[in-house]
């Protein structure tokens, strides 16, 4: 990962962490606000119900006043006064003053407690009313309405209950009405928006779930709170119990407050949150991008430079020398690194080449030093024999004669040999298939290998028939292999598995020529590609430096994998065109 | 100067006297307004609507259209209508009904024996019809003696097919219109028996109760069901209420899973938590009666208690039951607004002695209940013949679990009647509770010539009904 990209990433996290850090914070202050607010706006509610229970349970007091002034009520009174009163004619009585009325619960009395008429329940009559239950005289007359439990006969029904009494005579009518307690009631309220308002109700689905929480308050007969539900349907439930005139919890109102506008809101802060990040994190980009700039480009510039000069191009331009800052250091620390390196390695070049030189000269001495010598002995012999018999002489002479022509075409091939190493010619390009020059260059060591006095060797080809043409020099490059085939065939005096074989590789293909001889040592693999180095008792030295030679024409490279006794491996990898390097 | 007196006080009563004959006269013409929550859809003795309620009105409503051979006056008596006299042989198994002559079918044409011997043979109930001149042969294979008083029954009037929907009587009224939610009569003018005052009826289906008696108060109706329970209120708004003799009963029927004798002591405490005295008396405001026998004296002659059961409430506390047996689904009618106040009353009845008990009045389906309160027709004249009826309606199921006996035949004697009852009420399967009498509104114009609008034994009596002079001037509908 490059420096900019890395410079960039980092501004990228930093902001994007900046932007999570101030969401978070923001979000939960919100929260926190929603909270407050939502309790205050419940506290809010919690007072409008019971200001608005106040003003029902004054009408309903109102109503049942009224009820017990009605004709109806004072007519009943009078007439079961008389001994010939006749309570059936009362039974449907209550149904019509509570539906005139709009109560929701009315029951006519006898002073003995038994129900005359009842609006919610007509077939009760002639049962004891619930509140003579226990046997007592009389109910009180309650001056204001009381939350009271109502048996229906298909449910538990709360309703706020008052009663009057009317009395004629020694005659008294009890009235006890009310009105029910329930969501519609509820629902004169005027709720803010996302607010709603709920009797818990045994069984009822719709506060099904708020059962635990009921049950918590009916317990501890005082508020509770809780968060209800999942998704967006979550709200903040607030449960009220709401007692009889004994204590018992009647029912539990329930005050629930959608989330959904804290959610809405959550909602923006994240979406703002998120392109808040998006835009810090491209504004960033861009920043980073022209700081990173700023401060790499000295960098690259000094890493191409650096490259550069891994890849041999040593007389660089000295990079940003002029930047200041560690940077400047560094590329002024580098200027002057590659100017000394470059000068050693000039001075190395030139003491390679006196160290060639006198290679060379060691082994032209060497190589001209054997001729010379009986050159110089025949030419002795020559000056003796001038003083033999002339028939005597003549038989030296030519005898000196041979010796020296042999001794002349001796200097003469050593010299061609040299020569022409340093005349090796340009190579030819075209395309030729690889497979097909290693086939002919084995094909002229046929004879070689099958003859019946030396040792066997067996020849392994792995031609691999994908290898596509290639751009080379066909005659240079089987001279090449036929150095190298001969090398292995001489690496085995007792025989042994010559490999050769074929592969494509990365933008060309590699040529591996393997034998299973001595090996080489440390010492001799480094030298091995020398001019005129040689391990062999009659070799120039001159083959592998060939290779080498026609490898490098090639824009290829060479080179060798050995252990002693374990054999050697010459690879070589030519490019598919001339104009490209093998890297 | 006496004499001067008398003649003074003659010529000043004359215009009241003769005021006094003009109203007690009454008027030819005018449309009778009927309301009723029924719906009937056809008019066809030989097809009976499967809802109990559509069927009686039916039955009414057909007996002002079709004619019996005979009749059954409200106090019992056998008289002649089609057919002028009858006679049998010595053991009742051979009919001749003699027909009156010169009666006209609604089309105009005369209506002959064999027609009448057709109509019946429609209808037949195990006998054969021939004619013989202008009598009308009935055959039995058994003795029939209370042929008669079965020809009575509306299902038994003569109605003769002109095509396959269509049938002309010779009642005092033809049929004019049948609609969805009404249907108009019109004045038979050829009727043997003579000519309705009224020149039409208009009968509207489908009417809640609660519309009716609106409708009755705003003086948009003539004549109106009401509820026993609404009776009160419509005297005590000056109308005038009539009533029949009960003609519904109401039981309470345990279903086959509560029929088993484990069950014995829920139904026995159930039953006797019963207060027919409070429904009869307070719910149905003295209108009903209280209910311990099937059948009501009028029909069997013999006192309820004959059936083995007596009014006194026996309740008792059921917390003695298993409390799986405490819990009781009573299902009722959701169309029969007296069934749900007896309903209701059964409930708070149960609830005090411990049980607890559902009342379901489902317009649907619903859950298997355990006990229903079932609605029994009583309007026949023949005990065996209400025992039938009442099989009928609670079901074979209902009955096997009740009895092993089988319903007594129609001539069965009337020591068979009371011992099928006795059965049927015997491990308190079928818990009879009150009888209700049909009740009608009328308005302040509704007269009738004799007798009520409506006879105690529910037949309609509009022949016999004139509108005064107000609603007569009400427009033709």
Not at chain 2, 366 to 389: E, F, G, S
């Amino acid at each position: 990962m490059t420096l900019r990209l890395r410079l960039f990433a980092l501004v990228a996290v930093l902001v994007t962490l900046t932007v999570v850090l101030v969401t978070s914070v923001v979000a939960s202050s919100a929260r926190q606000a929603f909270a407050t607010l939502d309790a205050q706006r419940t506290a809010a509610i919690a007072a409008q119900i019971r200001r608005e229970f106040a003003v029902q349970q004054d009408q309903i007091a109102q109503r049942l006043e009224r009820i017990a002034a009605s004709d109806t009520v004072q007519r009943t009174v009078t007439e079961l006064g008389r001994s010939t009163a006749d309570p059936a004619r009362h039974v449907g009585d209550a149904g019509p003053l509570a539906a005139a009325q709009g109560l929701d619960f009315l029951d006519l009395v006898d002073d003995r407690g038994k129900i005359l008429s009842s609006a919610q329940t007509p077939a009760r009559f002639g049962y004891r009313h619930p509140a003579w239950a226990d046997g007592g005289a009389a109910a009180p007359a309650t001056p204001a309405a009381l939350l009271q439990r109502i048996d229906l006969p298909s449910e538990h029904a709360v309703g706020f209950i008052a009663t009057r009494t009317v009395t004629a005579g020694d005659h008294r009518l009890y009235v006890i009405g009310g009105r029910r307690l329930d969501d519609q009631f509820l629902a004169a309220l005027v709720l803010p928006e996302g607010m709603r308002v709920r009797l818990y109700r045994d069984g009822d689905p719709a506060t099904d779930a708020m059962r635990p929480l009921a049950a918590r308050v009916r317990q501890t007969r005082q508020d509770a709170h809780e968060r209800i539900g999942g998704g967006d349907g979550v709200e903040s439930v607030a449960a009220i119990p709401l007692s009889g005139h004994d204590g018992e919890v009647l029912a539990v109102l329930l005050i629930a407050s959608s989330d959904r506008e804290l959610s809405d809101l959550m909602s923006r802060i994240r979406w703002t949150g998120v392109l808040a990040g998006a835009l810090g994190i491209a504004l960033g980009c861009g920043v980073s991008y022209l700081v990173a700039s700023r401060v790499t480009r000295p960098i690259e510039s000094l890493v191409d430079a650096v490259r550069d000069v891994a890849d041999g191009r040593w007389n660089v331009d000295p990079p940003a020398t002029d930047a200041s800052g560690e940077v400047g250091a560094l590329a002024r620390s580098f200027a002057r690194m590659t100017a000394q390196l470059s000068e050693q390695r000039d001075r190395l070049v030139q003491a390679e080449r006196v160290a060639a030189w006198r290679e060379l000269a060691r082994r032209l001495a060497h190589e001209l030093k054997n001729p010379l010598f009986p050159l110089r002995i025949t030419i002795d012999n020559l000056r003796r024999a001038k003083a033999l018999a002339p028939g005597e002489f003549d038989e030296v002479f030519d005898e000196s004669l041979g010796t020296l022509t042999t001794g002349l075409a001796s200097l003469n091939t050593v010299v061609a040999r040299f020569s022409d190493f340093a005349r090796m010619p340009v190579p030819e390009f075209a395309e030729v298939p690889p497979n097909d020059i290693v086939r002919h260059a084995l094909k002229l060591f046929d004879a070689q290998l099958a003859a019946a006095d030396r040792p066997p060797i067996r020849v392994a080809s792995d031609l691999d028939a994908s290898v596509e043409p290639i751009e080379a020099d066909a005659d240079q490059l089987g001279r090449a292999l036929l150095n190298l085939l001969l090398n292995a065939i001489d690496a085995m005096p007792q025989g042994g598995e010559l490999t050769i074989r074929t592969r494509r590789a990365k933008g060309g293909v590699r040529i591996d020529v393997a034998d299973t001889g001595e090996g080489l040592t440390g010492e001799e693999r480094a030298r091995l590609f020398t001019p005129y180095y040689t391990t062999k008792q009659h070799g120039t030295g001159l083959g592998l430096a060939i290779v080498q030679s026609v490898v490098a024409d090639h824009r290829g490279r060479i080179w060798v994998e050995s252990e002693p006794g374990r054999g050697t491996t010459f690879h070589i990898e030519l490019p598919q065109s001339h104009e490209t390097h093998m890297s | 100067m006496r004499r001067f007196r008398f003649v003074w006080l003659a010529i000043a009563s004359a215009p009241l006297a003769a005021a006094a004959v003009h109203g007690a006269r009454a008027q030819y013409g005018g449309t009778l307004r009927v309301e009723t929550r029924a719906n009937v859809h056809a008019l066809d003795p030989t097809a009976t609507p499967l809802d109990r309620v559509d069927a009686a009105a039916a039955r009414r409503i057909e007996s002002l259209v079709f004619d019996t051979l005979t009749h059954v006056d409200p106090a019992g008596g056998l008289r002649p209508r089609l057919a002028t006299s009858w006679e049998s042989d010595r053991g009742g198994a051979r009919w001749r009904f003699h027909l009156r002559p010169g009666v006209a079918l609604h089309d105009g044409t005369a209506l002959e024996a064999w027609q009448v011997a057709a109509a019946l043979r429609a209808v037949s109930a195990g006998w054969s019809t021939s004619i013989d001149g202008d009598a009308v042969l009935i055959e039995s294979q058994r003795p029939r003696p209370e042929l008669p008083w079965e020809l009575a029954d509306a299902r038994f009037a003569v109605a003769v097919r002109r095509s396959s929907s269509s049938v002309v009587g010779t009642g005092p009224f033809r049929l004019e219109r049948i609609e969805a939610s009404r249907i108009i009569l019109r004045a038979h003018d050829a009727c043997w028996s003579a000519r309705p005052f009224l020149d039409a009826i208009e009968i509207m289906m489908g009417r809640a109760g609660a519309a009716q008696l609106t409708d009755l108060e705003s003086n948009r109706a003539d004549i109106v069901d009401v509820s026993p329970a609404d009776a009160r209120r419509l005297t005590d708004h000056g109308l005038r209420v009539i009533t029949t003799r009960p003609l519904q009963g109401y039981a309470l029927v345990f279903e086959p899973h509560k029929a088993d004798a484990a069950s014995d002591r829920l139904r026995e405490m159930f039953a006797g938590s019963l207060d027919r005295s409070a429904i009869a008396n307070v719910l149905l405001q003295g209108r009903a009666e209280p209910a311990v026998a099937l059948l009501p004296s009028w029909v069997s002659g013999y006192p309820e208690a004959f059936a083995g059961r007596t009014l006194t409430r026996t309740a008792k506390a059921a917390d003695r039951l298993p409390p799986e047996q405490r819990t009781v689904s009573l299902r009722v009618d959701s169309a029969d607004p007296v069934a749900r106040l007896i309903g209701d009353r059964i409930a708070v009845d149960a609830r005090e002695v411990g049980f607890t008990v559902t009342v379901q009045a489902p317009a649907g389906l619903a859950p298997r209940p355990d006990v229903r309160l079932v609605r029994i027709t009583l309007d026949a004249n023949i005990p065996t013949l209400v025992l039938a009826r009442l099989v009928a309606e609670l079901g074979p199921r209902a009955l096997s679990l009740a009895t092993a006996e089988q319903p007594p035949p129609a001539d069965a004697p009337l020591a068979a009647a009371l011992a099928f009852e006795r059965a049927l009420l015997q491990g308190s399967m079928i818990v009879p509770v009150v009888r209700v009498p049909d009740l009608y509104g009328l308005a302040d114009g509704v007269e009738a010539f004799s007798g009520e609008p409506v006879d105690a034994t529910g037949t309609w009596n509009f022949a016999n009904v004139s509108l005064h002079a107000a609603a007569r001037s009400r427009g033709r509908p």
